[in-house]
């Protein structure tokens, strides 16, 4: 039986057979009959691309918990089911007085995500919640339980995303929020933004971050998107420098092995901002951003993403890499 895959894109493509589970016994007991078949586990499909119908399993968790595990003075632990909506875990957490997770408002997706991409913005990343992570092996059925320091966390990065991939599936994720509120407040003009109120706490800030992104982020009921396509790319300081004497209003940040340069930048001076080709395009208010003008099909999509890879590298001499998985 073929079965839609939900996506954000709102690209059609189907699987042979769609599975749920509640539960991890459910999912062991799922886990023979996934052997010698494709398995793809996915979340709320906001950053996926399907260039094809997908020839296997698609897995999707249906475990909803949230509950504090432990605490101490400053700390609170907090264990969450994979298919809790990120988004609705951020609001639980602030209306309970916690902080740690405010700058990741409104970011779509599900708590199993957010520990695979390591989710990021404004400052902060998921890696930066993250206590450990729960999973089931997709092999054998075996339990796993992932300390923060063993999931290789970096930029939208992960031992799951990477050398684990496809390997598990996360059921749990634990995250250590703050009892008192630490602003994280250096990204950008956030501060200045923020500065004029007087009772700053994680509630404001998350409403500061959830009006920054609905100006700058297409809503994917309206028109079909996965956020940024692509991630900034990290170029050495060498190359940095000699960009920086032909372009020296270029932004960047700092980052430990180099220097981070925003991509929709990047895409914007390649005259990319706003344009179409076929029935995809560049978002008009954030060059990062792909996006569905309607129908469009996976191919036309990768398309427009090969056309821009290339004009960005023949421009810059820089690469830069998809952060939506291609599927
Ligand atoms: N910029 C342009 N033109 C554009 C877009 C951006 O010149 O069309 C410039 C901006 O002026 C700014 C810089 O690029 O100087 C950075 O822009 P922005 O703050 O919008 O952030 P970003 O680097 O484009 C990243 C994340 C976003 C996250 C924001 C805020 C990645 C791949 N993207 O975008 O994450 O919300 O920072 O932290 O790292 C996502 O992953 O889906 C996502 C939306």
């Known amino acids: 039986m073929y079965r839609r895959i939900d996506n954000t894109f709102g690209i059609e493509a189907k699987a042979n057979r769609w599975l749920e589970y509640r539960s991890e016994d459910e999912l062991r007991r799922i886990v023979p009959t996934l052997q010698g078949e494709h398995v793809l586990h996915v979340g709320a499909g906001s950053n996926l691309l399907f260039t094809k119908d997908f020839d296997g399993t698609v897995l999707h968790s249906d475990i909803r918990f949230v509950s504090p595990v432990s605490m101490d003075a400053d700390s609170v632990w907090v264990r969450v089911g994979a298919a809790i909506v990120w ?10 007085g916690w902080s740690g997770a405010e700058n990741l408002s409104l970011i779509p997706g599900e708590v199993g995500a957010s520990a695979v991409q390591n989710i990021g913005a404004y400052g902060v990343e998921a890696k930066d919640l993250i206590d450990q992570v729960e999973c089931i092996n997709l092999s054998d059925g075996t339990r796993r339980v992932f300390l923060n320091e063993e999931c290789n966390y970096a930029y939208r ?5 990477h050398e684990l991939k496809g390997q598990y599936a996360v059921t749990y994720v634990t995250y250590r929020l703050k009892k008192s509120f630490v602003p994280h407040l250096d990204y950008g003009n956030l501060r200045e933004q923020l500065v004029s109120n007087p009772s700053l706490n994680a509630a404001a800030v998350r409403q500061k971050i959830i009006e920054i992104r609905r100006s700058k982020l297409p809503d994917p009921e309206e028109l079909g998107n996965a956020g940024s396509f692509f991630m900034n790319p990290i170029v050495t300081r060498e190359q940095f420098e000699a ?26 001076q390649c005259g990319w901002k706003g344009r179409t080709l076929g029935r995809a395009g560049v978002y008009e208010k954030q060059a990062l951003i792909l996006v569905n003008r309607g129908g469009a099909t996976g191919e036309e999509v990768v398309r427009l993403c090969r056309t821009i890879q290339q004009d960005v590298l023949n421009k810059f001499g820089i690469e830069i890499h998809a952060e939506v998985n291609l599927i």
């Open 87 to 96: 988004d609705d875990f951020v609001a639980y957490s602030i209306a309970n």
């Open 157 to 161: 990065s992960s031992i799951f995303k």
């Open 243 to 268: 960009l920086r004497v032909a372009y020296p209003l270029m932004p960047y940040y700092d980052v430990p092995n180099g220097v981070k340069i925003p991509a929709g930048w990047l895409i914007e």
